[in-house]
């Protein structure tokens, strides 16, 4: 009892992320954010993007102010990142954050590195309002309740109330707490397991890069009420369903290679698919806290028709995310960072073998990911006022295609950001909705692609 | 309520320009410049135009002065003697002025302009008597010294992302670095032989007063909490 007391206050210790002395406040990064700056640069920025259409163009003078107070409400958000000995932390962006244009491709041309560079920041576009944060601060959950707050207090600026209460939106006349920004992997870990197997390295698109700083984000709307009909047909989930079809868009493309390039290529397909652990734990963090589940298929083994494909990832979800392999992946991450060998290896060390690991063992091991947030809501008032939310995954050079879902209204939006040339990945996926009877309509961000 | 045209957003009521893209909104459109000016009011001056009086003033009193130096030697001795100096300063800082004021755009060549000038400008005033003797031993090195140390504390400065007690750590190692080359120029023009005494002494006091005010502006004088550097 004494052990798992002491176990219980040694885990509050390590998630505690926030700190305040004579020089002001200060944070450390999450578990799950210690890989991010030595492994971004400007291209594969490590941004991901949730942003808001309105019915109306936006209002720049409310807008502004109304960032203004939400950052105040997120004073862990905005924050700039800063060199230790040992590991990195985040000091408070001093400057007020402006509002700035968007530009055609998002998330691109940010150096998380470079002092003065706020790690979020919001723009604007016609009657878009997009937020843009760096995997280093938090993850999709994170991101959407400081887009749903800041949406709120815009609107209540223009004048409309929210009429009802939303458990993500926040008030902005409250103190954050200090569980908001607690590290949770540290808080939920539960002691030391073997290591999960290590992958193999996936097999990858082999298209060609985009010029510099384009990023493309092909979008596809389909109306959520006959998905959710389907994935109940097939007897699984909207995720399952959707990670099937992004496998087999995957198979379809390395079957469609000739024999020689086939056998060039690598014969696994793995799809990450991050899962949302406060479902299992109880935290309010909005740092990041989610872990992945791979599907893999062999295409050595044959191709597979999508039922089977459907199926295999229905079940190869269920056995990855239940309590104990949930635990050892936890207790992978944090036992890393925990143990004193590693603590005590200078910064630039630590950031030279990142990189080398995160090559080897991080997307080396992956085709692609699709992240699903779930169903948006708002409350009534700024509610009627939006007419779509957009979820944007952060660029990739190595897998170069990756897709973020969510839903709002009735509509399901599945965003697809690409750094590659080929639109094959996008076409075939759709493609396979579509052959399942969900119409979907198509937009993309780049007017001309060079 | 005004709509910028090409971010498509609302913008406040008195807004110029888009905050965002800075196109100025049709109804504001910057004022033209009216072409008659008052030279006595600078406000409707616009820089280039303050700037081509200054030059037009500077020009103008260094004609007269040289006018003045001229005709005084020549009714003094008859001849172009002593005036040869002070017209060849008058000269000379009439030049740097003049390419300062033209390059005015080009900051590296109006740092670089005058650095060159004054080379020739010490070559040439050592040529007045028609024999070449201080300044290529003694003067052009001295004057190189003090340029490359001052070049080198400016670039340094320009870098530092937070100046303070650095910059006058800088200015400190650059004042060493010119007594250094000072002496040795002076030792080997004076005896041919080179023996740090005076500048050492220089160094040794000023170095480590330029290392404590380094240590201060980025250890003490930022705040900054060894915590945070040395978590483990």
Known sequence: MA????????????ARTGFRDESGSWYILDNAATIMPPTTDSVATGLFRVSADLDAPVNLPSIQVALERTARRF??????????????????????????????SPSQSFRM?????????????????????????????????????????????????????????????????????????????????????????????GARLLPRHQYRVISGVLPLAPALAKAKEFGVSLTELLAAAYLDA?????????????????????????????????????????????????????????????QRAHHQMRMETDAPSIARQISRNVAGTRSLLVRLVPLFVKDFFARILFQAFGENLISGFISNLGPVSLPPGPAAHVERFDFVPAPSKVTKTNASVLSWKGNLVVDFGSLGKSRE??????????????PVRIECNLREES | MPTCPDCGVELAEDARSCPLCGKPLGAARPHAHEKYIDPEDRE???????????????????????????????????????????????????????????????PMLAILFPALALHAFLLGLDLVDGRLTWALPLA???????????????????????????LIALALLAVVTLCIGVEFTLDRFLSGRVALSWS???????????CFLFYLHYRVGKKTNLRKLFRL
């Open chain 1, 250 to 310: 995957l198979q379809s493309i390395w079957f469609s290679a000739p024999e020689k390039e086939r056998r060039r290529q690598r014969p696994v397909a793995a799809v990450e698919i991050p899962v949302n652990m406060r479902k299992f734990y109880p935290t309010k963090s909005n740092r990041n806290f989610s872990l992945f589940v791979l599907l893999t298929q062999d295409y050595r083994l044959g191709r597979r028709d999508f039922a089977e494909i459907v």
């Open chain 1, 75 to 104: 004073p862990y958000f905005s924050v700039e990142l800063r060199r230790g000995l040992f590991w990195y932390y985040l000091e408070p962006h001093e400057k007020p954050v402006r509002v700035e244009l968007d530009p055609e």
């Open chain 2, 200 to 210: 050492a002494i220089v160094a040794f006091t000023l170095v480590p007063i330029a």
């Open chain 1, 3 to 14: 052990g798992k007391d002491s176990a219980e206050r040694l885990n509050r210790r390590k």
């Open chain 1, 425 to 438: 990945l996008e076409r075939l996926f759709f493609s396979r909705l579509a052959s399942l009877g969900l």
């Open chain 2, 44 to 106: 409707r001056l616009t820089e280039r135009e303050r700037r081509t009086i200054a030059w037009e003033v500077l020009s103008v009193s260094s004609a007269i002065a040289a006018v003045a130096v001229l005709a005084v030697n020549l009714i003094d001795s008859g001849a172009l003697t002593w005036a040869l100096y002070p017209l060849f300063c008058l000269a000379f800082a009439w030049t740097v002025f003049t390419g300062v004021f033209l390059l005015y755009r080009k």
């Open chain 1, 113 to 205: 590195r470079r002092r003065g560079t706020c790690l979020f920041r919001v723009r604007v576009r016609g009657r878009r309002i997009a937020c843009e944060f760096s995997h280093a601060l938090t993850d999709g959950t994170g991101g959407v309740r400081f887009l749903k707050t800041l949406l709120v207090e815009y609107f209540r600026l223009r004048g409309v109330e929210a009429g009802g209460e939303d458990p993500d939106v926040y008030r902005l006349d409250e103190k954050p707490e200090a569980e908001e920004y607690e590290d949770a992997y540290n808080r939920h870990f539960s002691g030391v397991y073997p290591h999960p197997e290590a992958g193999k390295p996936a097999f990858q698109l």
């Open chain 2, 140 to 166: 052009l090195p001295i004057a190189l010294d003090a340029e490359l140390s001052a070049a080198a504390a400016w670039l340094l400065s320009r870098v530092s992302k937070r100046k303070g007690a650095n």
